[in-house]
């Protein structure tokens, strides 16, 4: 990369970042969160300055910090891509999230946004820094328990939906919880109450093949957040 410093900051957690490329390479650009339209979003733009001191981030770090818990931390995170030609695509990110806050990656395709998403979620690791969810360290972490975690801290709504097909509606929004082990009366309320809450009342039964695209988005809404996760990822 041609950037001399940390490419990533995450001194706001309710933040648009914006990917950028520049020398032949991709990399997360370093930016000041300035104040957005959105009220729960502060966004990034390309004619904004960058933090200039420590001092700038620990500012804005401690006004999210006051009577909010911090869900997801990320300290210095890299990955790099080797091969004939390596590529550096994520370096020194650093980012905190807030209970309650959103966050949109944004940049053009193929310059690190999945691959973030993937370190975050567990299923890649990366070169140096580290990941914490609701204060675990992935690093510390085997297979197996991170597929726990993943079990019980995330959701995922995938850009393909992956709506299993030969299930039903209610079937596929309750295997979070069948997964956690969640009882069966519990379950099959929640479920229905879920499926309420995207405008699927009365559709429990139905099979996948019976929606539009956008239902079946909904459907995959509805089934990330079913078993409240700690953290939502789509």
Do not use: W
Not at 44 to 71: F, M, N, P, Y
Not at 72 to 82: F, G, I, N, P, R
Not at 88 to 115: D, N, P, Q
Not at 129 to 137: A, E, F, K, M
Request: net charge positive.
């Amino acid at each position: 990369s041609a950037h001399p410093d940390p490419v990533l900051t995450g001194a706001a957690a309710r933040a648009y970042f914006a990917f950028t490329k520049s020398a032949g390479s991709s990399s997360f650009e370093h930016r000041k969160p300035i104040t957005s339209p959105h009220p729960q979003a502060i966004a990034c733009h390309a004619g904004a300055r960058r933090l200039t001191s420590a001092s700038d981030l620990d500012k804005e770090s401690g006004r999210r910090r006051r009577g909010q818990a911090i869900v997801l931390v990320l300290e210095q995170l890299s990955k790099t891509y080797a091969g004939a030609r390596s590529r550096s695509v994520l370096r020194g990110v650093e980012l905190e999230l807030g209970a309650g806050e959103y966050i949109a990656v944004m940049g053009e395709s193929g310059i690190g946004k999945s691959t973030l998403l993937n370190l975050i979620a567990g299923l890649d690791r990366p070169d140096a820094g580290s990941i914490r969810l609701d204060g675990v360290d992935l690093a510390g972490l085997a297979d197996d328990a991170l597929t726990e975690l993943r079990r019980a801290s995330m959701g995922f709504v995938f850009q393909a939906f992956h709506i299993l097909p030969y299930l039903s509606l209610a079937q596929n929004v309750a295997l979070p919880l069948i997964l956690n082990h969640v009882a069966e009366e519990e379950a099959a309320a929640r479920t229905r109450a879920m499926l309420a809450s995207v405008g699927l009342e009365g559709r429990a039964a139905s099979m996948p093949r019976e929606l539009s695209g956008g239902e079946l988005q909904r459907v995959a809404i509805a089934r990330a957040l079913v078993h409240s996760p700690k953290l939502l990822l789509a």
